[in-house]
């Protein structure tokens, strides 16, 4: 669904992204590991239309969107769920929802979708008329991916969204990852915890110093010495 070859990113003369390739297929999970600095971010930024790359193509079901504006990259079926969530925070959480959909005509489907994320989020719900900078980390977060879904994106992409949360927030962040993808949303992932992120993902990137080093599923991810080393702890106990 989406194709990424060899994109190259910079900020002034440095080069974040020195070339990447990768792909995510329709209707999976695909998750992006790698350290601090790696280029994660500005892969996705790349992808959504926030940074424009030097180089190399972005294609989203062959149709081409490199170095489209961010508004268009949404209109195409992509959202983004920002990393450290990034919700406006004077906003109160209906405000934030129907920020998501400012470029949706459709009053009514907005407003079906709206309540479908209150019965999604119900804490959200307990929550409409509160300023979202007011709410808790876990909460933010789960605004953050709501407001990301009222664009109704066929692609969903995710920064880092379990970061600085607390286990059993993560718990259900994933599980909400999980039903949104079972629900048809393609989703790629940024993420760190490679434990939670082995529970969900059909597919696996590595990325180091703005190159992918490791592509795999699953089980070579737990074979991966590499990855075993930085982002599972230690070996198996087998
Ligand atoms: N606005 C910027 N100006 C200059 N350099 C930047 C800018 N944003 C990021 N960089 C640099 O680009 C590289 C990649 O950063 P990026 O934020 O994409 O990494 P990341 O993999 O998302 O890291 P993290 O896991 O810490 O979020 C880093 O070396 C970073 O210092
Ligand atoms: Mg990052």
């Not at 004077?90 to 005509?105: D, F, H, I, K, P």
């Not at 909400?176 to 529970?199: C, P, S, Y």
């Amino acid at each position: 669904m989406l194709d990424v070859r060899d994109v190259v990113t910079a900020y002034g003369k440095i080069e974040a992204l020195k070339g990447v390739t990768l792909s995510v297929a329709e209707g999976r999970i695909t998750c992006l590991l790698g350290p601090n600095g790696a280029g994660k971010t500005t892969l996705m930024y790349s992808i959504a239309g926030i940074l424009k790359p030097r180089r190399g193509r972005i294609a989203l079901k062959d149709r081409e969107i490199t170095g489209r504006a961010p508004d268009q990259v949404v209109q195409a079926g992509v959202a983004l769920v920002p990393e450290n969530r990034l919700v406006f925070p004077q906003m109160s959480v209906r405000e934030n929802l129907t920020a998501g959909a400012y470029l949706r005509r459709d009053r009514a489907g907005i407003a079906a979708d709206m309540e479908r994320m209150f019965q999604r989020f119900p804490r959200l719900k307990e929550r409409e008329g509160q300023l979202a900078g007011t709410l808790s980390g876990g909460e933010q977060q789960m605004l953050s991916v709501a407001r990301a879904l009222m664009s109704r994106p066929r692609l969903l992409l995710m920064d880092e969204p379990s970061l600085g949360l607390a286990p059993l927030v993560v718990e259900e962040i994933f599980r909400i990852v999980t039903e949104l993808n079972r629900d048809g949303t393609t989703i790629f992932l940024v993420e760190q915890n490679a434990h939670m992120a082995l529970k969900v993902a059909h597919h696996f990137y590595l990325m180091e110093q703005g190159r992918v080093s490791f592509s795999g599923t699953p089980g070579e991810v737990e074979e991966a010495e590499v990855i075993q080393r930085a982002y599972l702890g230690s070996r198996r106990a087998d």
